[in-house]
């Protein structure tokens, strides 16, 4: 077992570059390489970090062009004393399979259905094991047959040019990134969406700049107030009024300047930062609405809500207010300071020592106090969290006689609330108090200093109380300054959160030579179509070709890969292997818009938005004439439930279609898709929501809808499906019978079975039925 | 290869591949079977199913303890393979305070680093208990916030 080659040849060996993204870690590099032998190409690596009794420990398993090796280190007491390794030389009968279950996959090495090995760790990157096994699978055939190994066609990822290969939906590189935490300099990103409007940045900052200077002047004129006015006037001098009258018109007229000038920056900063709010919520809604479907189905809906509405309205406020005053304040303190230093450098000393201290306090107070801010922020989401459940599910609590328990429920979250608002109201009590002491001890320091300094004549009196009045501005800003840190990390972490979603690139992605088509006749092929949801195979090598206006029913019990199916038809996901095509051409080069356009597609669940009846109807074609929405509605047979609504037409339904019963919101639906003429129509379960007599109504709907188009239909009740042309029967994600209904009931299979079951009681599902009959089935007609 | 015959009206034994194998009381053979707690955090011993590849129920086991030693031990050593979820003992670092912050933490399987995407991914469970999912979906226990020590406190603290 034990393979160790002389450390001589090390150098020959060919390390190329790894497959994998990452290199291989330093700690195994030279263990490695004194392990292959010359010539030995090391072609991918997986690193183990589970041992047998689940502990967590490090091994490494790799592949080469000639075995699979595994690296495991042997423990004695704390030391690794050494690594034993094992090998498999490639054999035909090797085959690597791999297993899930709570995160920790397992991967086994087969031999003649023999178990010969087997490996476990923690998933890392989902799609490298993935590709180990298939490089595994690949090397082994290509050492057993002698042939080499295909090529793949590899495109490189969108944003860092990193090679992706097919299983590759993410790339490797670009995914760490979004688990790196929210740095400050994910705010700098912001200046795309500040660069259109520079030049009103520009006046809204040369504006902070005269403003600023603009209130620093009052303290500066009270210093010929005091020495050449107020104090010879004590000495026996009278007042000079032309000097008064000079003065307080200074005074006046700089605090008018500030005024006007604090107006218009303010006015047009926060214009500015508005607008920049604005498009960052438009460009984030644009972008998240061409994310396909696959990025929707992993986010919680208030999530994105959250992450376009209160984020950007977080970084908004954070550019208008926050940064805004932020500014001003440095701004001041460094002007301030300037002007102290040139009236009187020792007093300004003394006066600006206390400074970095108090900045310092105040940090450290406001540090303790946000943790306890964020902690609020929690408590306040589980206590909107209690009410979210509570309000949508009404029905069930005072069906159930629940309310005290609910009570109870609300009662608690909010008994968490106020301990938590108790332990940080104790901080925060202290806080504006102590920076108030810690203000009147920088005074005092500064009253010291200053009496000293006049009672040895270097300044008058007029200086020291100019420097009062300059110094109590700024360690009144200092309090707000120091909110700067906490407001600045919440603004990078909603901004992070924005970019999570611009930076995301759709898995469905716009072909870069789009093909138009001009008439569809509506011919859809499949071929050797495979799918794959993250490391599942949900579709499996599928073939099947639809005419020009045939009837297709898919039968299958649930989870066989029907829905997934038309969902790869309608483009909502792309198909990992093979290709489907529409008309002869591969619907990955039609531009998606296009091509959807000659779909119609019926939910289960129909969707109404709010507005009119025939708002919704034409929600597919916005430009229809009412006589085209008529002429939809009575094709759907929903003319006339209405025209027995109170507003006909103009009725308004809400996102959950209030008034309207399951059967009346389907024939909306059906209207709507009659309404954009599609070549092909997709029924997923449309009538599986409703009752039987709701049923035959909606059925003579789809009949009108179904002629002349190629129609796909997904029905758990078989007697739906009477006039397709040809049914589909699946199982775990491939075909098992095609043919008509006659066929399928003379071959006595799987179909057949469905159908008698369902026959024996109308309300069978074909979940009853056992999937593994119809595998038996399918081996016994094979 | 072992073979266990009880009391109870279906066997359970290693196959030849090294995976159990079930055979109910009428003598059909299943490969391939999972063993699922039905209560795994809140009473792991009560309840146990065996399902079939296919998904169905084989054999249910109110509980571990009133099995006979063989299968019960059998059952453990099977599930022991299966089932992970690491008890947090220590917190030792943080990447950041914001989310997604990388964890380093001691369990009892060893040290270990895991991704916490949102603070949402803690779930509090009776008895200062916390159940902690990790990106990759690996589910991490905290047996008793009050229990840790005081630095992991801390830590956590900032995440509750």
């Known amino acids: 077992m034990l393979n160790v080659v002389n450390s001589a040849t090390v150098n020959s060996k060919i390390l190329p570059p790894i497959p994998s993204s990452r290199l291989l870690p330093n700690f195994w590099q030279s263990i490695v390489e004194s392990h292959l032998e010359n010539a030995e190409e090391l072609k991918a690596w997986l690193e183990i970090n589970l041992d047998e009794q689940l502990h967590f420990t490090e091994h490494l398993l790799l592949i080469t062009n000639r075995r699979l090796v595994y690296f495991c280190p042997v423990r004695t007491h704390a030391d690794i004393s050494d690594i034993s390794v094992h090998e498999y030389a490639y054999r035909p009968a090797l085959k690597l399979a791999q297993h899930d279950h709570a995160g ?316 938590v608002n108790d332990r940080i109201n104790k901080i925060w009590s202290l806080f504006s108090p102590s920076v108030t002491l810690l203000t009147e001890i920088g005074l005092l320091l500064v009253w010291a200093f200053g009496i000293w300094q006049i009672s040895k004549d270097e300044i008058s009196v007029g200086i020291l109380t100019a420097f009062l009045a300059y110094i109590s501005r700024f360690y009144t800003r200092l309090d707000s300054m120091s909110r700067i840190v906490s407001v600045t990390q919440k603004a990078a972490s909603g901004a992070k959160r924005i970019f999570d979603i611009l930076d995301h690139v759709s898995s469905v992605p716009e072909p870069s030579n789009p093909v138009h088509l001009d008439k569809v006749s509506g011919k859809i092929e499949i071929r050797s179509a495979g799918f794959r949801y993250g490391n599942r195979s949900v579709i499996k090598d599928l073939n099947l070709t639809i005419e020009p206006g045939e009837m297709i029913g898919l039968v299958g019990h649930s989870g066989s890969g029907k829905s997934t199916l038309v969902n790869l038809m309608c483009r909502f996901y792309d198909v990992s292997a093979g290709s489907i095509s529409l008309d002869g051409v591969n619907i990955r ?124 239909a997904i029905a758990h009740r078989l007697s739906t499906l009477h006039k397709a042309n040809r049914l589909v029967v699946m199982d775990r994600g491939q075909i098992v019978e095609v043919g008509n209904h006659d066929e399928l009931m003379a071959s006595e299979g799987a179909y057949y079975r469905l159908y008698q079951a369902q026959a024996r009681n109308v309300d069978t599902d074909l979940d009853d039925v056992t999937s593994d009959e119809i595998i038996a089935n399918k081996e016994a007609s094979a | ?113 895991l991704t916490l995407k949102a603070e949402d991914q803690i779930w509090r469970l009776k008895n200062n208990r916390l159940l902690i999912t990790d990106k990759n979906g690996v589910n991490f226990m905290v047996n008793n916030i009050e229990q840790l020590d005081k630095h992991s406190r801390k830590l956590l603290d900032r995440f509750l």
């Not at chain 1, 939906?169 to 705010?187: G, H, K, R, V, Y």
């Not at chain 1, 479907?293 to 208030?302: A, H, M, N, V």
């Not at chain 1, 107070?365 to 306890?372: C, E, I, Y």
């Not at chain 2, 065996?50 to 599930?79: C, F, N, T």
């Open chain 1, 589 to 712: 080069s039609l531009p998606i818009s296009e091509y959807r356009r000659n779909i119609g597609l019926v939910l289960q669940e129909p969707f109404l938005f709010f507005g009119s009846i025939a708002e919704n109807i034409a929600y597919g074609k916005p430009e229809a004439t009412r006589a085209e929405i008529i002429a939809a509605a009575r094709a759907a047979h929903a003319h006339e439930f209405i025209l027995r609504l109170p507003h006909g037409y103009d009725s308004l339904v809400g996102e959950r279609g209030h008034g309207l019963s399951g059967g009346e919101r389907q024939r909306i639906s059906i209207a709507r898709a009659l309404l954009i003429d599609p070549r092909i129509l997709i029924l997923d379960e449309a009538t599986a929501s409703v009752d039987t007599e709701t049923e035959k109504e909606i059925q003579k709907a789809l009949d009108n809808l179904v002629h002349g188009r190629t129609t796909i």
């Open chain 1, 104 to 419: 920790v996959y397992r991967l086994d090495l087969f031999e003649h259905h023999l178990r010969i090995a087997s490996w476990r760790y923690t998933v890392i990157n989902d799609s490298s094991s993935a590709r180990f096994i298939k490089q595994f699978e690949q090397l082994c055939a290509s050492f057993v047959t002698g042939n080499p190994v295909p090529v793949e066609a590899t495109e490189p990822c969108p944003k860092c040019r990193y090679p992706l290969t097919a299983e590759q939906d993410e790339c490797p590189q670009c995914s760490s990134e979004i688990d790196a935490p929210p740095s400050t300099w994910t705010l700098f990103r912001l200046w795309r969406f500040a660069k259109p409007y520079q030049w009103q940045l520009l006046a809204g900052f040369l504006l902070m700049l005269a403003s600023t200077a603009a209130t620093l002047v009052p303290p500066y004129l009270t210093i010929p107030l005091m020495d050449k006015v107020l104090i010879p006037y004590q000495n026996g001098i009278p007042i000079d009024t032309d000097l008064v009258a000079l003065l307080l018109g200074g005074l006046l007229g700089s605090a008018l300047l500030a005024w006007g000038l604090g107006w218009s920056k303010t006015y047009i900063l926060a214009l500015v930062s508005e607008r920049i709010g604005a498009d960052l919520r438009t460009i984030t809604y644009d972008h998240l609405l061409k994310l396909s479907l696959e990025y929707f189905g992993g986010k919680r809906t208030g999530d994105l809500m959250a992450r376009i509405g209160s984020e950007s309205d977080r970084i908004c406020v954070f550019l208008s207010l926050h940064l805004l005053d932020f500014a001003t304040d440095v701004l001041m303190i460094i002007m301030t300071a300037a002007i102290l230093v040139s009236i009187n450098p020792e007093l300004a000393l003394v006066t600006l020592l206390p400074l970095p201290f108090i900045a310092w306090m105040i940090h450290i107070v406001r540090d303790k106090l946000r943790t306890g801010f964020e902690k609020i922020d929690r408590v306040w989401s589980e206590v909107s969290n209690v009410l979210a459940d509570t309000i949508p599910g009404i029905r069930v609590v005072k069906a159930f006689a629940q309310e005290a328990r609910e009570s109870s429920r609300f009662r608690e979250a909010n008994q968490h609330n106020l301990a």
């Open chain 2, 1 to 113: 290869m072992t073979t266990i015959n009880s009391n109870i009206d279906f066997k359970l034994e290693h196959n030849a591949t090294g995976q159990l194998q079930f055979t109910d009381s009428d003598g059909a053979v299943f490969d391939g079977i999972n063993l699922v707690r039905a209560f795994p955090i809140s009473a792991p011993d009560e309840g146990l199913s065996i399902i079939s590849q296919q998904g169905h129920e084989l054999a249910w086991i109110p509980s571990l303890m009133d099995m006979p030693a063989q299968i019960k031990s059998l059952i453990e050593a099977e599930l022991l393979q299966r089932e992970f979820m690491p008890v947090i003992q220590r917190i030792n670092q943080v990447s950041s305070f914001a989310t997604p912050s990388i964890w380093d933490v001691t369990t009892d399987k060893g040290n270990t680093k």
